[in-house]
């Protein structure tokens, strides 16, 4: 694997004029995960983290992976990057990864070590959790940037200097702050500069989980507007994960909505926003204020994500739907076009429900037969019960617990929020406990 481009020019010669960037739809995906499902083998059990997922990623395309805390999204990136340690297994499905620098696509699930090796950040590169906290406090910005570049690039030190330099324009920090130590940055910077790190290679692919979590709202916005902004100019596709659905809807070109190891909606984010199908989807829109708007009325999801090792009979969301009947035990968990949409790519879950449903009469899951109780996971064991998906390089799981995400709630509950500035929680739900 060879490159010649500078950084301007994107990998391989893809500027926003090449014939793919025109018209990403036409192309072959960059990423294709098929029926990819991994385990985390117990003594309790197998938690079946990721269960039978379908994905793809375009060449330039930004893909959002959103879902509450423990829903799998980090274990399914990292899985697709064979970057899980033991006790994970990945125990069916393949990655193809289609690199134009590749002399051929490869599937990433049977890759050798080396060949992983060169495949990762060279390829594709990755912003793990809590990254910015990553930064060697002691090592500049430019030691930290030549570094990582003639790490994965033959170039001589002030090649790397100057290229170091033209990373720090695309994330629009000053050069002068290539002499600066990290705790000289605002956060908003550190994580410009973790992007910048990620970008040193010019990957085809770029992977971003959770990377803004800790920033404002505001800062987390412009920070995935200039990543956006970048992979128009330099062509790379983006799988951005969060908890937070609203900040993808605006940015993202597909969204994907994870619940308990499934995809259970993948949509363009427009549709997400304007037409969501899945109720778990309707949920976490109503579990986020808006990054624009006025004050209104946030409802979370009410119960808690079900025991991944053990997980009900039907339809995973069923104990806490609304919309739940007898029908649901029954539900094979497929993706389906959804059935009044003109998209046949808007696909759901939920055979039952559709954008139109009016909301449910009643706000919890009713009790029905086979389904487990809410409130049912054994102590330690749920969502955010470990450390999380268990990556390389210093992954560390996101508590994710953001006002109006399901996970403590007994009970439906209210809470009024307004987002411009900082996040502003104000009022108790009514059932005395805070989302
Ligand atoms: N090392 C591990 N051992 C057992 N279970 C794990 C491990 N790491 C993660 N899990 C479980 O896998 C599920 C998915 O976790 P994760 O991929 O970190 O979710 P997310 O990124 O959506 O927060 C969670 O239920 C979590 O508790
Ligand atoms: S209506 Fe039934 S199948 Fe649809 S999300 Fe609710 S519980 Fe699942
Ligand atoms: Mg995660």
């Excluded at 990721?50 to 899985?79: F, I």
């Excluded at 990057?81 to 193809?96: F, M, Q």
């Excluded at 507007?225 to 100019?233: D, F, I, P, W, Y």
């Amino acid at each position: 694997m060879t490159t010649t481009q500078s950084p301007g020019q994107g990998p391989a010669g893809a500027g926003a004029d090449s014939a793919w960037s025109r018209n990403p739809s036409a192309a072959e995906p960059v990423l294709d995960i098929r029926d990819f499902s991994v385990v985390y083998r117990t003594p309790g059990g197998d938690v079946k983290a990721v269960e039978s997922v379908n994905l793809s990623l375009r060449p330039g395309e930004v893909v959002g992976l959103a879902g509450e805390s423990g829903s799998g999204k980090s274990t399914l990136a990292y899985g697709a990057c064979r970057l899980l340690r033991a006790p994970a297994l990945i125990t069916s499905g393949s990655v193809i990864y289609r690199g134009r620098r590749m002399p051929q696509a490869v599937d990433v699930v049977s890759q050798r070590p080396e060949q992983l090796r060169q495949l990762r950040w060279r390829e594709i590169a990755i912003v793990f959790q809590s990254a910015m906290n990553a930064l060697n406090p002691v090592l500049s910005v430019k030691a930290q940037l030549v570094d990582v570049i003639r790490a994965h690039m033959a170039v001589s030190r002030s090649q790397a200097v100057d290229k170091a330099a033209e990373l720090l324009d695309f994330v629009s920090i000053p050069r002068s702050r290539l002499r600066s130590y990290p705790h000289e940055l605002s956060g908003g910077m550190r994580q410009r500069v973790m992007i910048a790190m990620a970008l040193a290679t010019d990957p085809e692919m770029v992977i971003m989980d959770e990377p803004t979590t800790a920033l404002d709202v505001v800062v987390q916005r412009d920070i995935l507007a200039q990543v956006v902004e970048l992979k128009q100019r330099l062509g790379f596709a983006v799988l951005f994960i969060t908890h937070d659905l609203s900040l993808l809807l605006e940015l993202a070109d597909r969204v994907a909505v994870m619940y308990a190891g499934r995809l259970i909606e993948v949509a363009t984010g427009h549709q997400i926003h304007h037409e969501p199908a899945h109720p778990y989807t309707k949920g976490l829109l109503n579990s986020f204020p808006s990054l624009r708007g006025h004050k209104r009325e946030l409802r979370g999801i009410p119960g808690i994500p079900p025991d991944l090792r053990a997980l009900p009979p039907g339809c995973p969301f069923l104990p806490r739907c609304g919309y739940g009947t007898e029908s649901c035990l029954e539900v094979e968990m497929k993706l389906v076009p959804v059935a009044t949409s003109e998209d046949p790519n808007h696909v759901t879950a939920c055979p039952f429900v559709v954008p139109e449903t009016p909301a449910p009469a009643h706000d919890v899951g009713r009790d029905v037969a086979g389904a487990a109780p809410q409130g049912s996971l054994p102590a330690g064991t749920g969502p955010g019960a470990d450390g999380g998906a268990g990556a390389d390089g210093g992954a560390s799981r996101s508590d994710g617990a953001s006002a109006g995400v399901a996970g403590a709630s007994p009970g439906p509950g209210r809470v009024v929020q307004e987002r411009d500035a900082g996040t502003k929680v104000d009022g108790a739900t009514s059932g005395g406990e805070r989302l």
